[in-house]
């Protein structure tokens, strides 16, 4: 492990995003992707490790007009726990209970897992169909400033964002779904708990009068980033989820993944799940 | 103090076996105060680091180590030109620790260091500079073993190319080999012509077993002192500690008597500490030179890389049956990939052969294996030594050869199942055998029959989710094995003035429970609540001999030695209170911490007070005993044939699964199991092993797999080695046949191994049966299992080694 020069654990938002000015900053929040990353060499710690776990504005779970804002602090087992979460976005709950185990869950943040940018990120597939924006923050002259992005723009590759080095993931912003809104995900891997997706899928979209319309797909761990896969989506477009479409679509989303070999499965086979999977998700929105 | 009559007080009879006792370690487990070597320091120690290999294949042409040995706090920095008195090691001698001249796999040593810190050790390694010639690498031992293939250990030759011809009896090491081949086994009993001849069916499959390690909670580590006199102390967490005294002296080129070996609690064992590694001898080396203790400690990233693993196989069998049901024969034809170099891995045959001739009536046997040299890791002893593979083969086939015939498979497995008093083809003679019922047991208990037409019926529903039912038997030896002059334990039994007992034995604590067991046994023969015993057992020095933990046998023979220990110092106080109180000894007993009377349970003296008398007033004498036991098994013949163990263990499980279709996943939902154990000791501790045994086999069987690509290492950590984890455990039944072995030690016979051997076969078994589709390759991971359901797995075949075959 490399050893960092200075350490530094802010407690407000302004300290935070000052110290990343000079950009040779590691940013340290849950610590469960930085400790193992650092450890395998993957990872150098850069000259200060700034901990952002006393920042406040970075936490809590808030409902402001229609939006939801989740702080990046925040960690998967608070997520799994909110009300409001509970109420809007089961999808999201749904994934973090597929996310690493209880001991992870207490410490890994959303911040943390966006910012990681694993194409298998759980909760990365649930925001994408939800339409979620990243907030960021920085200090560029002396004073704040904010803007935010939607996370369907924010990834470029493994481990690789749109975030600039001096700036801060403050958290992500949802709108509350309107009616007859569903969404669901689902992650395959070797064992139900403690996995790296081999591949996951979430799909969301509005059901009237079995008609799903303002579609969106997303997949896991079929490419360089997480993915939205707008030909599946184009497919199922105001389309009656009948047994034809669903085989058409199934086999529209296998042909449109571009994923490869690695230790945890060939291509072959998450084209394969890509389509089964998929195929099964939309068989059960159908049914219900 | 008024005298009011006393009645005679009664101690009612009661009895330690069988009971739920608490392992004696576990509250100190529990609570994390249990002091591994990890939470060993000793003061002016240094770290130990060593530097592996950058390349798999390849020969070294220099080693630059001097800006690691300038680097300040680093004491001393080792390559193999600094230790011109390296022997070589491992079961062949085919390798020395530090490698001398040439690297033949990843975890190959090449340097290393003693420094003040881990992090001042890390950092040197970092600074020494290694130049490579690369060399081709063999990963397939397929291709290793053809004619002409690149040798991994080639003969030496001289400076102009000649042969140097090195004398026989030198090690492999030196001397090198003409060709890949490490070991062959060949046996035989009776004529497999003949029997094929009689068969009405033959099948022929070839089965691939793939490399998993032992994944020990506690990764392994050494303490080595030299004190001043040049005597040696080890705090190691072999399982082997008497036999490998010995062998340490012999790399260290010292005399035995100068080595001391304390084990300190060990977070797991399952076999991989049986043998020696480099970084043992290496970490001696490097106390020797710092005059300084040495620490090294294996992240865990290195304990993947070079810790032993299980012997992966490839293997054909052959066998027949006629129309009724019988066996008549079984031809078998391994190719086991050696690795780099040779341990126990290779010599995994001893068990697998016994499966082949012995499990279930076998009248002709044929068996061959040859392991071969490779650039890949290799393979050590791991629980179960060769018998997971041999069963997974086995068991398969017994289903295939019953479907083949018409006969329902529970039946066939009953109709060639051994009773007791049967010797086999190869010489195991069977003296207690609850086969029947454990397959029996098993069966009912699981519903076996009826849900396997079930579920071959229910194939062809609609829907994903299909349900399997599958079984499998196993035989292990339960008695010890003969390998070594001695299968023996020693153990020192002595009573203090309170009636306490300190039982000293040979027998090595690996997390299995064994001091639990003992002290039992003798608390059982003293009359005595276990709280009464303290065990000593982790050094050298104190303890007496015995040949190490494996073969699951420590409960039978260290318990045997316990239980002869105790008995002496019972004959001995019985004789100095019958002789106090008039009697004659055969009137008394012992019990509850006192003297009674046989007949009525009534107390003659409290045994305390008897033992203080017997010191400090009568004849100043102590009672202090000592026993070794020798199991009255023999040694095998040159044809591998004879009665290696003392007792045999069996078992049967019937494994039950769902597997889904859409994405081959295999969940494993029940394993009901039934083993002969001889007899329950400490139900608690039997229990936790079966389900401890059962989820390593379910491990084996579906999710653990090291993958290796010409011979580099792709997931050496626990994110992509996949481990079972609590949820995947499946709910459980089992039942314990109680055959009591006239042998073993209040009846009881080994099962240490014993769970974890049939559980992928029997799921391969249930697999079968939920979808009709036959694996023979292992693990049973959602894509092999998908492949296979989809056609895309193409058929295993192996075509025998030998050209005579
Ligand atoms: C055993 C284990 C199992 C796991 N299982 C899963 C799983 O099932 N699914 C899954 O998706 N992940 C899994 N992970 C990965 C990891 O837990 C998640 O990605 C987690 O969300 C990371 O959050 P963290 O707070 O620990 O991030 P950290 O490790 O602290 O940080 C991760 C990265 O993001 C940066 N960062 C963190 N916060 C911010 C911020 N606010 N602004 C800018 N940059 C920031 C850090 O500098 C670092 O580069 C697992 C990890 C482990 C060790």
């Not at chain 2, 130990?48 to 800006?67: C, E, F, P, V, W």
């Not at chain 2, 250990?153 to 060709?179: C, M, V, Y």
């Not at chain 2, 001893?350 to 002709?364: G, K, N």
């Not at chain 2, 010191?615 to 000592?626: C, G, P, R, S």
Request: charged fraction near 20%.
């Amino acid at each position: 492990m490399t050893e960092p020069k200075h350490y530094f654990a802010p407690t407000s938002l302004d300290q935070a995003v000052e110290c990343l000015k000079d950009g040779d900053v590691t940013i340290l929040a849950g610590g469960t992707d930085l400790t193992p990353q650092s450890q395998s060499g993957k990872l150098r710690i850069k000259q200060t490790l700034m901990n952002i776990r006393r920042v406040p504005e970075l936490t809590g779970i808030t409902l402001e007009g229609d939006e939801i804002r989740i702080g990046a602090l925040t960690t998967i087992t608070e997520i799994m726990e909110n009300a409001l979460v509970k109420q809007h976005f089961p999808v999201l709950v749904e994934a973090c209970d597929h996310f690493a185990s209880d001991q992870i869950r207490n410490v890994a943040t959303l911040g943390g897992n966006i910012c990681n940018a694993s194409p298998a990120g759980d909760t990365l597939i649930p925001l994408l169909v939800l339409d979620a924006s990243v907030e960021l923050a920085s200090m560029p002259e002396a004073t704040l400033y904010r803007h935010s992005m939607p996370l369907s723009t924010f990834f470029v590759g493994p481990g690789k964002t749109r975030r600039s080095l001096c700036e801060l993931v403050t958290g992500v912003r949802i709108r509350v779904p309107g009616p007859n809104h569903i969404a669901h995900f689902h992650k395959l891997g070797t064992r139900p708990a403690l996995d790296i997706s081999t591949i996951s899928i979430g799909i969301a979209g509005t059901l009237k009068e079995g008609i799903l319309s303002n579609v969106r797909v997303a997949f896991g761990a079929v490419a360089p980033t997480p993915v939205r896969a707008s030909q599946t989506e184009k497919a199922l477009e105001g389309q009656r989820l009948d047994a034809v479409t669903i085989g058409k679509v199934a086999g529209i989303a296998r042909d449109e993944v571009k994923p490869i070999d690695d230790v945890r499965a060939t291509a072959w086979y998450r084209k394969e799940m890509i389509h089964n999977i998929t195929k099964r998700m939309l068989s059960h929105v159908a049914q219900a | 103090m008024s005298v009011a009559e006393k009645k005679p007080r009664v101690i009612e009879p009661d009895s330690l076996i069988g009971k739920r006792i608490p392992k004696m370690d576990a509250p100190e487990k529990a609570s994390g105060r249990t002091r591994y070597i990890h939470d060993i320091n000793l003061s002016g120690q240094l770290y130990g680091r060593i530097l592996r290999s950058a390349r798999i294949h390849a020969l070294i042409k220099s080693i630059d180590t001097s800006a690691a040995r300038a680097l300040p706090g680093v004491h001393v920095v080792i390559t193999a030109a600094d230790i011109p008195d390296q022997r070589p090691i491992g079961v062949a001698r085919d390798h020395f620790p530090l490698k001398v001249g040439r690297v033949r796999s990843q975890r190959d040593e090449i340097a290393a260091v003693a420094a003040e810190s881990e992090e001042i050790a890390e950092a040197a390694l970092k600074l020494i500079r290694v130049v490579y010639e690369d060399l081709p690498v063999i990963s397939d031992p397929e291709e290793a073993i053809k004619p002409g293939a690149a040798l991994i250990h080639p003969e030496p030759h001289g400076a102009d190319g000649t042969h140097l011809h090195l004398k026989q009896g030198t090690s492999i090491a030196h001397k090198g080999k003409p060709d890949n081949i490490a070991m062959t086994f060949d046996y035989v009993h009776g004529d497999v012509i003949q029997g094929e001849a009689e068969s009405d069916v033959v099948i022929e499959d070839t089965f691939r077993l793939h490399y998993v390690t032992h994944c020990c909670m506690g990764v392994s580590g050494m303490i080595a002192e030299f004190d001043a006199s040049g005597n040696l102390l080890m705090y190691s967490n072999t399982q082997v500690p008497f036999l490998h005294k010995r062998e340490f002296a012999e790399y260290l080129n010292m005399d035995p008597a100068r080595i001391r070996i304390i084990q300190p609690p060990i977070g797991g064992g399952f076999g991989s500490k049986l043998d020696i590694y480099p970084f043992e001898v290496i970490c001696l080396y490097l106390a020797r030179a710092a005059k300084r203790p040495v620490k090294m400690l294996f992240t865990r990233e290195e304990e993947f890389l070079a810790s032993p693993t299980r012997q992966p196989v490839l293997l054909t069998l052959r066998s027949g049956c006629k129309k009724d049901g019988t066996l008549t024969f079984r031809q078998v034809h391994t190719l086991h990939d050696n690795g780099a170099y040779t341990s126990w891995g290779a010599t995994t045959p001893f068990v697998m052969m016994q499966t082949f001739s012995s499990l279930y009536r076998v009248p002709h046997c044929d068996y061959h294996t040859a392991a071969v040299y490779t650039n890949n890791p290799y393979a050590g002893s791991f629980r179960g030594y060769g018998n997971l593979q041999a069963t997974f083969a086995i068991e398969q086939h017994m289903d295939m050869l019953a479907e083949r015939i018409g006969m329902d498979s529970l039946a066939f497995r009953l109709k060639n199942a051994q009773d007791s008093g049967e010797t086999t083809g190869q010489g195991m003679v069977f003296k207690s055998c609850g086969f029947k019922d454990c397959i029996n047991t098993a069966a009912q208990r699981s519903d076996y029959t009826r849900k396997f037409k079930e579920n071959e019926v229910n194939r062809s529903r609609p829907g994903n989710i299909r349900r399997g039912i599958g079984m499998a038997s196993m035989l292990h030896v339960g008695g010890g094995a003969k390998i070594y002059p001695s299968d023996g334990c020693g153990t020192i039994l002595k009573m203090d003035d309170f009636a306490n007992v300190t039982l000293i034995t040979g027998a090595s604590e690996i997390g299995q429970g064994s001091e639990t067991v003992l002290s039992q046994l003798v608390c059982e023969e003293l009359g005595l609540p276990i709280s009464a015993i303290t065990v000593v057992n982790n050094d050298t020095a104190i303890t007496p001999w015995d040949v190490g933990v494996h073969a699951s046998r420590t409960t039978f023979i260290a318990g045997n030695s316990a239980i002869g220990a105790a008995k002496k110092a019972k004959t001995k106080i019985l004789a100095v209170a019958a002789k106090k109180y008039e009697c004659a000894e055969s009137d008394l007993d012992l019990r509850g911490g006192f003297v009674i009377k046989a007949s009525s349970g009534e107390v003659v003296v409290e045994l305390s007070k008897l033992l203080r008398n017997l010191h400090f007033q009568d004849k100043a004498e102590l009672v202090m005993t000592t026993f070794y036991y020798e199991p009255p098994s023999v040694h095998q013949d040159k044809g591998f044939k004879g009665d290696v163990s003392a007792a045999y263990a069996w078992g049967a499980q019937v494994v039950e699964v769902e597997v889904d279709t859409d994405t081959g996943r295999v969940r494993m939902t029940k394993v009901t199991g039934a083993h002969d154990v001889g007899r329950v000791l400490n139900r608690l501790g039997i229990e936790g092993q079966i389900e401890g045994g059962v989820v390593m086999g379910q491990g084996y069987a579906l999710t653990e797999e090291l993958l290796i690509e010409n011979g580099v290492m792709k997931n050496p950590n626990f994110r992509d080695y996949k481990l079972v984890t609590a949820p995947e455990i499946p709910e459980m039944d089992i039942s314990f046949i109680e055959s009591m072995d006239g042998e073993g030690p209040q009846g009881a016979k080994g099962v240490g191994e014993a769970p974890a051997i049939c559980v992928a076969a029997a799921t391969a078994n249930a697999i079968c049966n939920a979808t009709g589709v036959r694996m023979f390759e292992l693990p049973f991971t959602p894509e092999k299992v998908y492949r296979a359901l989809h056609g895309q797995t193409p058929k295993l075949y192996w075509k025998p080694w030998r050209a005579d075959q």
